[in-house]
């Protein structure tokens, strides 16, 4: 059998396994979506939202790309952001990074990856922002999980950044922003600690009214 095949068949005991434990499971997804949640995570095949929360398909909204990026040009995610906040009307975006993540560790080499680079260069803003909290001490794994922790930061404020997302918070909405780091380590999810509910936390040359 070819490799589809093999998938094929994997999805069809999928399938008959959830049927079999909830024969009204299908109709009933299929009936309309309702998550409370967007998570936007890296593209990296380790990090499945779905799995690691432990949680089933309908739940969470999810868009990934590499190294987790919320950058206003990319079409595709302020995209999933506004269809999230006006239609689905979640009430927590979930910005999820990880360590050991191959766009970190790419942005931080001085090198070329052709058409990736411009991709990257949003990453190395981030460092040279915050360059001062690198030190000189620290090992090519802290200075890697830093910086990991720092891009969640900067694209959860990205998030809040959107016109969508203030738009939401000027009306009332219930919606938070949140920044997490995976361990692939150790199936681990770190609360960055930060949570975004209103205009007040963010700097108010990125308000829209």
């Given at each position: 059998?070819?490799?589809?095949?093999?998938?094929?068949?994997?999805?069809?005991?999928w399938?008959t396994?959830?049927?079999?434990e909830?024969p009204?499971?299908f109709?009933q997804?299929a009936e309309?979506?309702?998550?409370d949640?967007?998570?936007?995570?890296?593209?990296?095949s380790?990090?499945?939202?779905i799995?690691?929360l432990?949680?089933?398909?309908g739940?969470?909204f999810?868009?990934?790309?590499?190294?987790n990026l919320?950058?206003?040009t990319d079409?595709?995610c302020?995209s999933?952001?506004?269809?999230?906040?006006?239609?689905?009307?979640?009430?927590?975006i979930?910005?999820?990074g990880?360590y050991?993540?191959?766009?970190?560790?790419?942005a931080m080499?001085k090198?070329s990856?052709?058409?990736?680079?411009?991709?990257?260069r949003n990453?190395?803003?981030?460092?040279?922002k915050?360059?001062d909290?690198f030190?000189?001490q620290?090992?090519d794994?802290q200075?890697l999980?830093?910086?990991?922790?720092?891009?969640?930061?900067?694209?959860?404020?990205n998030v809040c950044?959107t016109t969508c997302?203030?738009?939401?918070w000027?009306?009332g909405?219930?919606?938070?922003?949140?920044?997490?780091?995976y361990?692939?380590?150790d199936?681990?999810l770190k609360?960055?600690?930060?949570?975004?509910d209103?205009?007040d936390?963010?700097?108010?040359?990125?308000?829209?009214r």
């Open positions: 059998m070819s490799l589809l095949d093999d998938l094929l068949k994997n999805n069809e005991e399938a396994k959830i049927s079999q909830d009204t499971f109709s997804l309309q979506q309702s998550p949640y967007l998570w936007i995570g890296c593209s990296d380790r990090v499945p939202a799995q690691l432990g949680m089933m398909p739940d969470i999810v868009h990934r790309n590499i190294a919320v950058v206003h079409l595709s302020m999933v952001i506004k269809y999230a906040v006006d239609v689905l009307k979640v009430k927590h979930i910005v999820t990880h050991d993540c191959g766009g970190i560790k790419a080499q090198q990856f052709d058409l990736i680079d411009g991709w990257l990453i190395k803003d981030i460092y040279v915050y360059s909290t030190s000189d620290m090992t794994k200075r999980d830093h910086l990991t922790e720092l891009n969640v930061v900067e694209q959860a404020k950044h997302v203030q738009e939401a000027a009306k909405q219930e919606l938070t922003v949140h920044g997490l780091v361990s692939v380590e199936g681990r609360d960055l600690k930060m949570n975004f209103n205009l936390k963010i700097n108010d040359l990125y308000h829209i």
